[in-house]
Each structure stands twice: as structure tokens, then as C-alpha cells.
């Protein structure tokens, strides 16, 4: 049968064989194939099948990258150019000589 080797099987068989608990081998198969004992306090320890739990652990791994970040500063100078107006004011002179006729010429 598929389950015939598991170690609680072999620890069954084991105990019957020797003619446990002063039975003959018929009387304690009988017994022990219904799972129970002639005396609960006089039963030996069953050998179970060993087990094995799988315990996942993550560990975490602080890495620090340094990243240089340079910042650059580029200023802009604008000129605006405004024109005020300056008023002068030049003023001539022309002079005319006007020369009448006199009779003493």
C-alpha cells in the first residue's frame, strides 16, 4: 500500500512483532490496529515522522547612493533704456539796418 513505510506504521508493527504488553503478536495487532491501548498508562512513546518547518527571515540592507546635485545661478541683465526729453530753447537775433533817404545825402 502507498502508506505502508510511514515511521508510525513501523512504530506499530515494531511493538507488535516483540509481543507488547505480554500478547501474543494476533491480540496486539487487533488491539493496536483500533488505535487504542489495553492500559493508557502502560502505552510506549509512538515515533512520529519527523517534520520540518521552512522559516522565511528578509533582511533589509540600508545602501546610501550619493547623488551630487550642482545648481547653477545664471543672472540676466536687462537694460531698458528710457528717454526723458530735455527742452532747450535758443532764441536769435537778426538785425536789420534800414536806411532811409534823407535829403542831406
Known amino acids: 500500500m502507498l502508506f505502508d513505510d510511514r515511521c508510525c506504521d513501523m512504530a506499530e508493527k515494531n511493538m507488535m512483532m516483540d509481543g507488547a504488553y505480554g500478547m501474543s ?37 540600508e545602501v546610501p547612493h550619493i547623488i551630487p546635485i550642482n545648481t547653477r545661478v545664471i543672472n540676466h541683465h536687462v537694460y531698458r533704456h528710457t528717454y526723458t526729453p530735455r527742452y532747450t530753447c535758443t532764441e536769435e537775433n537778426e538785425v536789420s539796418n534800414v536806411y532811409e533817404r534823407n535829403c542831406n545825402y
Open 25 to 61: 503478536s494476533d491480540m496486539g495487532m487487533n488491539i493496536m490496529g483500533m488505535g487504542c491501548c489495553p492500559m493508557p498508562s502502560s502505552c510506549q512513546p509512538v515515533m512520529e515522522c519527523p517534520q520540518e518547518r521552512c522559516c522565511h527571515r528578509e533582511f533589509v540592507h
